[in-house]
């Protein structure tokens, strides 16, 4: 990308694409395009088809997407599915179709199978079943992959896709109930420790393993991967660490200040029991992560004291 290439972050307000908006700025990239959901609905082709060939932009990040923990996922099954399908198969078909350059389309680790080899390489895609709790979204999410990759293959497209770790930092939903497990136990230890509650209760055992990006660390290797990177497979990120979710749930509480007891209902889901991905390629292209989850989850923590409650 040259610095005043034209440049659409799809999902500008989302965590991903915000922090990939903010690295942009960083680098010195300023002719950015970006729309909101009221100024643009992805999942609308008439409205997408419409807006690539009047503004044409020469590179896309595709960070647009339905998100949620367990319990969106596991509630809301058809809307994640349908939703994710519909705006990424739009803006990577309509981008294609106007001449775009290249286009970065943003994935999940759900992708992988459930009971996939630790780490999990980029070839482990589609060699079993995924997890129940997270495959409609997951599924989703492969489509676009495939698609990128079939219009690379068919057309000579020069489209690549990146597969996050978990991710967490500034700018995330802090929703109680539809967040994901880092928002979700910071919201919920900072409200009892302003309420003085004696215990908070957590699902599951606490056992699963667990790998965290800081979300400014992965805007930083997709613009590492768009002016560094070509190829058909997708590139996995991450830190290629990984702890239990007792101990992140810890380290969660003591970075909020959070001084009574952690419960475990066991009656509630634990989702994939491993999940760490194997990063080697991503340090072959020449990339590594450079937030440590300390200083991360006080990052967060700042971020939702400033905005999240």
Known sequence: MEKESKIYVAGHRGMVGSAIVRELHRQGYGNIITRTHAELDLTRQAE?????????????FLAAAKVGGIEANRSALADFMYMNMMLEMNVIH??????????????????????APQPMREDCLLTSS??????????????????????????GADFISVMPTNLYGPNDNYHPRNSHVVPALIRRFHEAKVQGLPEVTCWGDGSPLREFLYVDDLANLCVFLMNNYSGEETVNAGTGKELTIKELTRMV??????????LWDTSMPNGTPRKLLDVSKARRLGWTYKTELADGLRLAYEDFLTKGE
Not at 131 to 154: F, H, M, V
Request: proline fraction near 3%; glycine fraction near 8%.
């Open 253 to 262: 509480a003591d970075t909020v200040g959070y001084e009574g007891s952690i």
């Open 48 to 60: 997408v088809e419409a807006f690539f060939e009047k503004e044409r932009p020469e590179y896309v």
């Open 94 to 115: 309509a981008a294609w179709k106007n001449g775009c350059k290249k286009l970065e389309f943003l994935g999940s680790s759900c992708i992988y199978p459930r009971m």
């Open 130 to 155: 995924l997890e129940k709790t997270n495959e409609a979204y997951a599924l989703a999410k492969i489509s676009g992959l495939k698609y990128c990759e079939y219009l690379r293959r068919q057309y």
